[in-house]
Nanobody, 121 residues
């Protein structure tokens, strides 16, 4: 069983930065960060392979967000720079139960409780 706990959300101004953290217990493989804004569907923001060598991003966050991990600490991070109001959402980290690296949210079995990110203009 895997448990995930996010932290680091908050309210910031456009152009500011935030760093989200996800603490995992249990064995994790690849990981993903998702977000869901009010009235919108959940979307995947970034994924990272188990060894950290491969990462992929939602087009709208490329060049602004960076996903990373520290396997020694069982932590995954999302560094968010140049934040925009449209980045406002609840952000979740998620983990598949197998070593799946991809954008299919149905493959992610374990989810954190989410952390709110609010960006004002």
């Amino acid at each position: 069983q895997v448990q995930l706990v996010e932290s680091g959300g908050g309210s910031v101004q456009a152009g500011d930065s935030l760093r989200l953290s996800c603490a995992a217990s249990g064995r994790i493989f690849s990981m993903g960060w998702f977000r869901q804004a009010p009235g919108k569907e959940r979307e995947i923001v970034a994924i990272i392979s188990w060894d950290g060598d491969s990462t992929s991003y939602l087009d709208s966050v490329k060049g602004r967000f960076t996903i990373s991990r520290d396997n020694a600490k069982n932590m995954v991070y999302l560094q968010m720079n140049s934040l925009k109001p449209e980045d406002t959402a609840v952000y979740y980290c998620a983990a598949p139960s197998i070593d799946y690296y991809g954008f299919n949210s149905m493959m992610y079995r374990y989810w954190g409780q989410g952390t709110q990110v609010t960006v004002s203009s």
